[in-house]
């Protein structure tokens, strides 16, 4: 029995090598895929990536259905703090099942570091190879070229706030998030106080496809003549193989404004 412990600091008891995972997040879905083909029992109705991934779901992350997930008997559970519910994690481990709960990452450096353990620690795998990139890549922070308002929902308008990855990553490529200093991590500020912002403090607005699907038709009109960049959200939400790719095709986004 191996004895590891996850970023919350709870035990993980694995019994031998880890072959059958189900993973609750669609970024630790990559990343473990891509880096340890064919384990994987079990995924989310939203994990998309690798595009030709053929596994059982589990419904969603928020609500994923545990009694199927029980049914495919893994040997190792992957959550997140943030994207997960607790009570989900506690009936999978009172069933005996392995859960590795990952910490909500605050940051770039932070995130890589929680998927080198899960990956080096639970998988017993040499660090990948695009994780060792996306080390590199991520780790100058540029100078500040805009600073942003940076929705992430309609319906209501929520925005991302102080200590996230999201915003972490639009930093390092040159984009300060405006509600950085917020008290709360996902703010829910009324539209009159986003167009506030652009009187003031902000000269940039930012819109991802997901969660929310932004698009040049949904979003933008709120704004009228503000200046706006629609950016994949897979690249400014997602921790894992993505990154590699994410750096050149946000700065690019950003070198057209």
């Not at 099942?97 to 605050?106: F, G, L, N, Y």
């Not at 703010?187 to 997901?210: I, K, N, Q, S, T």
């Amino acid at each position: 029995m191996t004895h590891l412990v996850d970023d919350l600091g709870e035990p993980v008891p694995l019994d031998g090598s880890v072959s059958r995972v189900v993973s609750l997040v669609p970024s630790l879905t990559e990343a473990v895929e891509v880096s340890a083909p064919g384990r994987l029992a079990g995924a989310t109705d939203y994990c998309t990536h690798p595009a030709a991934l053929d596994v059982p779901r589990v419904g969603g992350s928020k609500y994923p259905k545990v009694d199927r997930i029980l049914e495919l008997a893994p040997d190792l559970v992957l959550a997140n703090s943030e994207e997960n519910r607790p009570e989900d994690v506690e009936r999978l481990r009172a069933n005996g099942i392995p859960v590795w709960v990952m910490a909500a990452s605050a940051s770039v450096p932070a995130a890589l570091g929680s998927l080198r353990r899960i990956l080096t620690q639970a998988y017993e795998l040499p660090e990948p190879d695009w994780l060792v990139e996306a080390e590199e890549i991520w780790r100058e922070v540029r100078p500040v070229r805009f600073h942003a308002v940076v929705p992430v929902w309609r319906k209501p308008w929520i925005v991302l706030g102080r200590e996230t990855f999201a915003g972490d990553v639009l930093r390092r490529v040159g984009v300060a998030n405006v509600y950085a200093a917020s008290e709360e991590r996902y703010p829910r500020p009324d539209v009159e106080e986003l167009r506030a912002h652009f009187a003031a403090d902000a000269d940039l607005l930012v819109l991802p496809d997901e969660p929310y699907l932004f698009t040049e038709e949904d979003g933008p009109e709120h704004f009228p003549d503000e200046r706006y960049v629609l950016v994949s959200g897979r690249h400014i939400t997602w921790y894992g193989p993505s990154l590699v790719d994410a750096h050149a095709a946000l700065t690019d986004a950003l070198s057209a404004m």
